[in-house]
């Protein structure tokens, strides 16, 4: 910076370096030819999306540290909360800037389409690390994908993606948010409980039978209920009422074994109005909020891309929009979109032990 500084007062452009990011949207380089103005903007957006890729990256860190610690202290559940709420906003304008990558007419786009060879977003080592960090697994990725195999063909290719495949070596021995959000989350106090605690395990057992228990009393009314009034017939309706407490009981004991991260996860959501629970709840929305605006961040992008080419391959050789909409599917915080299939009312929840320790004596 300081070779830069010609006077002693610091300058905007200086601080920004502004004269060297105006330079960069030459296309390649050492290309002396012009590019025209669809080109140019076809950089820029590209280049500002990776711009937001590097915030998102050191912002995800940040809350992945935070949270990593094996006590985490209340105040730092606010901190974490605010960089995982500032990525949320960063997906939401950039799956709305896909607006503006649509002016783009599919004609315009094919002035300059074959330029970019093999080139594609699909090469983007952010948008990978970005999925590393979060917790993304390859057996969970569209025909079981291996991001790293690619970066090292790539890299092989050419060394301009070594920095990316080091990047990327690194970022996937690292723990990611998904890790370390179960980890937090198995040890949320369970009606009063602690793990490792005395009866630890007896009482997430207890609390357990008892939800779900409650959770069958409500389902066996619904049942009754829908029986008289719906259309669909009674076996119908029975298979598929006890295909949901089914679902909760594999959720809540996977393998036959209680998930404590899951039991906690649930008690959150369950008793989310206890002052002591207001913090892990928003904790637990953020990251909900985050999965979907990059979903929609997905989406939208795969939208834009069914209106420029159709239903052509990409350029990087994948089947285009059928590739993009199956990368709408992925989910990496499954468990908290899954706790929501087997939430009951307030008023069915089983009775609450050590409500004081939860920040209010809560009669039920
Ligand atoms: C005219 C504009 C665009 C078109 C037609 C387009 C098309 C595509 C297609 C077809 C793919 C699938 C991979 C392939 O076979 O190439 C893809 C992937 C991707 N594109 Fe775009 N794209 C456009 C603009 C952008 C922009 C502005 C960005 C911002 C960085 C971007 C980021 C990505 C990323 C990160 C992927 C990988 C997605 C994944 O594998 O999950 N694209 N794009």
């Known amino acids: 910076m300081s070779s830069y500084t010609s006077s002693s007062r610091l300058t905007y452009s200086e601080y920004l370096r502004l004269n060297e990011l105006l330079e960069l949207q ?44 094996s006590h985490v202290e209340e105040s730092d559940i606010p901190k974490v909360v605010g960089h995982l709420n500032r990525v949320t906003e960063i997906c939401r304008l950039m799956a709305n800037q896909w607006k503006v990558m649509e002016t783009l007419s599919p004609q315009d786009f094919l002035v300059f389409r074959d330029k970019l060879g093999t080139a594609s977003g699909f090469e983007s080592w952010q948008m990978r690390e970005l999925e590393f960090l979060m917790g993304l697994k390859n057996d969970e990725r569209n025909k079981g994908m291996d991001p790293l195999a690619h970066y090292r063909k790539l890299a092989d290719e050419n060394p301009v993606y070594l920095q990316g495949l080091k990047k990327l070596e690194e970022t996937i ?82 393998e036959g074994k209680i998930s404590r991260s899951r039991a906690g996860l649930l008690f959150i959501e369950a008793y989310r109005e206890l002052p002591l629970l207001a913090w892990p709840r928003k904790l637990i929305d953020s990251f909900v909020e985050l999965e979907e605006s990059m979903v929609l961040f ?40 899954g706790v929501r299939t087997i939430l009951i009312k307030n008023s069915s929840l089983p009775p609450i032990n050590n409500s004081e320790m939860y920040g209010f004596s809560k009669t039920k």
């Open 298 to 337: 997905r989406t939208h992008h795969a939208r834009m891309v069914e209106r420029i080419i159709g239903r052509r391959i990409g350029t990087g050789g994948s089947s285009g929009v059928d590739y993009l909409d199956a990368t709408t599917k992925y989910r990496i915080f499954k468990d908290l979109w």
């Open 26 to 69: 030459s296309g390649e380089i050492g290309c002396e030819r012009e590019i025209n103005n669809d080109e140019t903007h076809f950089i820029i957006i590209h280049q500002i999306f990776e711009l937001w890729f590097k915030l998102v990256l050191s912002e995800l860190r940040c809350a992945r540290n935070l949270l990593m610690s």
């Open 173 to 254: 021995k690292e723990p990611s948010l998904e890790e370390v959000l179960q980890k937090w989350l198995e040890r949320t106090p369970i009606q009063g409980s602690f793990l490792g605690g005395e009866n630890d395990e007896e009482l997430v057992e207890d609390f357990v039978e008892k939800y779900l228990g409650a959770m069958d009393n409500l389902n066996q009314k619904l049942l009754e209920q829908m029986i008289e009034h719906s259309s669909v017939d009674k076996k119908t309706l029975e298979e598929r009422f006890n295909a949901n407490i089914k679902s909760a009981e594999e959720y809540l004991r996977p």
